[in-house]
């Protein structure tokens, strides 16, 4: 019996040990570190009774996330839009990248899976992971420590910021290359301006191969064309 | 000028007496409050060169908002799951429901736009200009002060949540009433079961008048055909 407890005692020292490594916090409420890294495989096979999965702490971890990369975004570029601000976050905080980070800093060595369960289907389990991993921290730690944690370990190491700018999707562009790829004919078309005092809204149409697509406003000729293109993308299910 | 500076001393405190009666927050940046509640209307006409508008501060704002109201339903419901918990915060924070609390704070009577500009369009003003007040009471006071702001007098006095709760949107029921509505035959079929050691995933199909619709997936049945039922919605264009 003691010398279960020991055993017991050890694997959760050497969990600790390894928390602190990959995040540079040491834990105060270990639970919510475990529920964190346990995937919904590992916790269906295990716990009887109610299921506890990470996807709660995933769904917090993932606001958390959104609220510190609008904040470091909004200071770092003083001078930009907010539609360029929301597109450069949604670069930063997307399924992939937040994989592509979970891996560098090593979380997927601590991911709780169900081994004989492992599948490909579950290909975000580690960028999911690394969100319920921010929830737990915000819980345990506040917001303040789980800010740094978030630009210091996983934004600023891992971005370059002036490569993501200078690579920002152009969804006007990308509707043109696509369309010349399948040879169709593509237009843009200020089809309407609104005046109001001062500000005129615009209308641009999005034509293909003389049948209209959909239309987009904006406060500039250019914001209309990225919103109607924008539209465009996604009706035509060109990810 | 002397008076006028007086004039203009006056109207400064008759401007943060009023942010404060509002947010009960003394304001230190002044400015800050004052880009918030200013529509892109009124900078437009007023300020030359540069153009500062509130929408930064909407972007910034809405995700502060969003993390909050993730904690605090996080807490508030420890047994519903991740699903329920988007599901709720997305029926407190929304266009409308934003534009109904920014009125009922008296925030209208503060937001700066262009009267000879003022137009229907602008039906999101107020609500736009909240998202933005709550991002510079952020930057101003930081975290806490705002997380304060945000329970405290945007969401407990104007939210009833048992009532939201009973009537949050079924998805399912939602699209079989309509298709009832229309004269359509509907159907549910899960046509896919993909088990990977405990885990089951299905696939539910939705069928409007003989002619499949969309599919959705889902760790339950139930899940599958909300998420179908969802997507049908999106795609028949039924808000």
Redesign the interface.
């Known amino acids: 019996m003691f010398t279960l407890f020991n055993k017991y005692l050890h694997k959760e020292r050497a969990f600790i040990k390894a928390i602190t490594n990959v995040t540079n916090i040491s834990p105060d409420n270990v639970y919510l570190y475990t529920l964190a890294l346990t995937h ?2 590992f916790a ?2 295990n716990v009887s009774g ?1 299921q506890e999965t990470n ?2 702490l ?3 971890g ?3 996330l ?2 510190v ?3 470091f975004l ?1 200071k770092k570029f003083p ?4 539609g360029f ?2 597109e450069i976050r949604s670069r930063i905080v997307n399924r992939e990248s937040l994989n592509t980070i979970a891996l560098r800093i090593g979380l997927d060595t601590l991911v709780k899976i ?1 081994q ?2 492992y ?1 490909a ?1 579950y290909k975000s389990i580690n960028g999911n992971a690394l969100e319920a991993l921010v ?1 737990a921290i ?1 819980l345990d730690k506040g ?2 420590t789980t800010k740094k944690f978030i630009l210091d370990k996983l934004i600023k190491p891992h971005f370059d910021l002036p490569t993501l700018v200078s690579t920002t999707v152009n969804f006007k562009s990308k509707l043109i290359e696509w369309a010349q790829s399948q040879n169709k004919s593509i237009r843009f078309d200020i089809v309407q301006q ?1 005046q ?4 005129t ?1 615009f209308t641009s149409e999005v034509t293909l191969d003389d049948k209209p697509v959909t239309s987009g406003t904006g ?1 500039s000729k250019k914001k209309a064309e990225q919103a109607a293109a924008q539209k465009a993308l996604t009706l035509l299910k060109i990810a």
């Open positions: 919904t495989s269906k096979q109610k996807e709660r995933e769904f917090l993932d606001s958390i959104g609220a990369v609008a904040e909004f001078y930009k839009d907010e601000l929301t169900d004989n369960n599948n289907r929830g915000y917001y303040k609104k109001s005092g001062s500000t809204e406060f």
